[in-house]
């Protein structure tokens, strides 16, 4: 008897937890930071945003992967650095199959959380690792990528970013060259999202004009409530919405609050001493994740309120509708989020924070995964 009990136990606990909705987190930075930390994703990890236990516990079934490096990766370089992100990453898929699928459509999406598997996938951020060459281009495309952030911080020679365009002010901004067209025009043949965010103003419009599918921001917010170069202009989330595009909102600190920087800047001159230590060993962004690690109090002290984010999201779906807004948190790429959101763990907060402003379940299913999975699909139709 104990053993047949025994065995009923088994079997149930043993089988996938029944899934709430499809979770679609359209960016995540962790790879960037693995390779550093050489951390094994599939087990609970005591620092960063996400391991794959963490991601259950969270709801979240489907990850958009940044493939990410910095501008230093120059020619020669920054194609070979997303080659060995990508690889990090199915080498995860690897040693966890039964876990995990490396999804390259929508089709294998709606595989994968079927069969109760992590839907991983592969986000390119930032046009200068494909090295002004079609053939690299094609290269990611057969790798699996899902999405092209366009440009990263830095422009490159075919597309002007937000960075750029806003610095170089005297500047005629470049937008789009006859290449970024040709790219856009090749991502859209493929069945790949064109993302736009991180790109200028510039460029941004004549995306726009180029693509003939719906495009992504994979990471941006609402500038009306956080004037950011990085967040999108009220008349740029209407021409997403006319594009029957999306806008996924990025947890950021500093993208959803405006009073954010300054508090940070404080932070940072008070740890000036610890943050010049932390930067012999690490990377820049990774030496500020681990200073807010070492001043854990103080840093969460200048957290925003979770109801800012809400504010970015709410404010989207009032000004463009509830078909245009998704989820990309940024996680594992900021030092800081809004307080409650530690790890992928903590997206029911979220959820509930929404169903708290009188959101519907249907219209939460849209926006955490339901309209990226409809953009998705309309890129892959001639
Ligand atoms: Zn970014």
Redesign the pocket.
């Known amino acids: 008897m104990k053993a047949f009990l025994l065995s009923v136990f088994l079997f149930y606990s043993l089988q996938p937890q029944a899934q709430q909705r499809l979770l679609v987190d359209t ?1 995540n930075d962790v790879f960037s930071f693995q390779l550093i930390t050489r951390a094994d994703l599939g087990k609970l990890q005591p620092i960063g945003n996400f391991d794959l236990v963490r991601a259950a516990k969270g709801g979240l079934n489907a990850q958009v992967f ?1 493939i990410w490096c910095g501008e230093s990766y120059g020619k020669g370089k920054g194609f070979a650095h997303a080659n060995r992100e990508i690889d990090s990453l199915y080498a995860l898929v690897a040693r966890n199959p039964s876990r995990m699928l490396l999804v390259r459509n929508p089709q294998e999406l709606k595989q994968a959380y079927q069969q109760g598997r992590f839907a991983a996938m592969i986000g390119v ?1 930032g046009g200068h690792m494909i090295e002004d060459r079609m053939d690299y281009l094609d290269s990611l495309i057969k790798r699996g990528m899902c999405y092209l ?1 366009l440009t ?1 911080n830095n422009s490159t020679s075919w597309a002007s970013s937000a960075r750029d365009e806003t610095i170089k002010k005297d500047m005629k901004p470049l937008g789009l060259t006859q290449m970024g067209k040709q790219i856009v025009k090749t991502l859209n043949k493929n069945g790949v999202m064109v993302d736009v ?2 790109v200028g103003e510039a460029t941004f419009y004549d995306v726009l004009a180029t693509s003939t599918k719906p495009v992504i921001a994979s ?1 941006s917010n609402a500038y009306s409530i956080t004037p950011h170069r990085r967040n999108l202009k009220d008349e740029q989330l209407k021409a997403l919405a006319k594009n029957g595009g999306l806008v996924c909102v990025n947890f950021y600190s500093g993208f959803v609050d405006k009073a954010y920087d300054k508090k940070e800047e404080e932070f940072l001159k008070r740890y000036k001493k610890d943050l010049d230590s932390l930067s012999v060993i690490y990377t820049p962004d990774f030496a500020s994740t681990m200073l807010n690690v070492l001043h854990k109090k103080e840093a969460d002290q200048i957290r925003p309120h979770l109801s800012t984010l809400v504010k970015h999201i709410d404010y989207i779906v009032k000004l463009i509708g509830i078909d245009h807004v998704g989820i990309g948190s ?1 996680f594992d ?1 900021s030092e800081s989020f809004p307080a409650g959101l530690d790890s992928v763990s903590d997206y029911p907060k979220l959820a509930a924070a929404l169903k708290k402003i009188g959101y519907k379940k249907e219209w939460i299913d849209k926006i955490f995964g339901g309209n990226f999975l409809r953009v998705w699909e309309a890129n892959q139709y001639k």
């Open positions: 960016h940044s951020e952030t990263w965010s991180h990471h940024d790429g």
